[in-house]
């Protein structure tokens, strides 16, 4: 009775949220391997595995880009683009720690100073986890 009350309450929570709940089929090996992965990352499976469909998903349409939208150039639209020259700008620099402000300043030279600019370079860069936050103001940078 407890685990049915405990799905009704994350259904009602998913629901609220922005959630769907989707049906297709996959590949067996890689929907294995995907699930060995979250695993492997999270320690269980139950609770994460959402999470990271939707980070995969949303990995793929930042990689993919949307082909009626952005013009294409070299496979990759103008948005990636940008952001692989941020990035090649912090490890350039070489720091294992980076503060916020020269995050910012490398993502003004490339992309522009909007702030709107700079809160979805600074979100693909941590959604691709080459930024790992220590605190508000200090970013792990990835090595690779």
Partial sequence: MQNSSILQKMEEKKKATNWVKINCYVDKAVWENFKLLVLKKHGKIWGRLGLEVSKALRFYLAKAGNTHTHNLHNGLNPTIQRLEKIKQLLKQKGYQ???FYLVKQAITR????DQRTINRYLQLLLQEEFLQPLNPKVFQVKNN
Avoid: N, S, T
């Fill in 110 to 113: 490339v992309a522009g100073g």
């Fill in 97 to 99: 720690q980076i503060d």
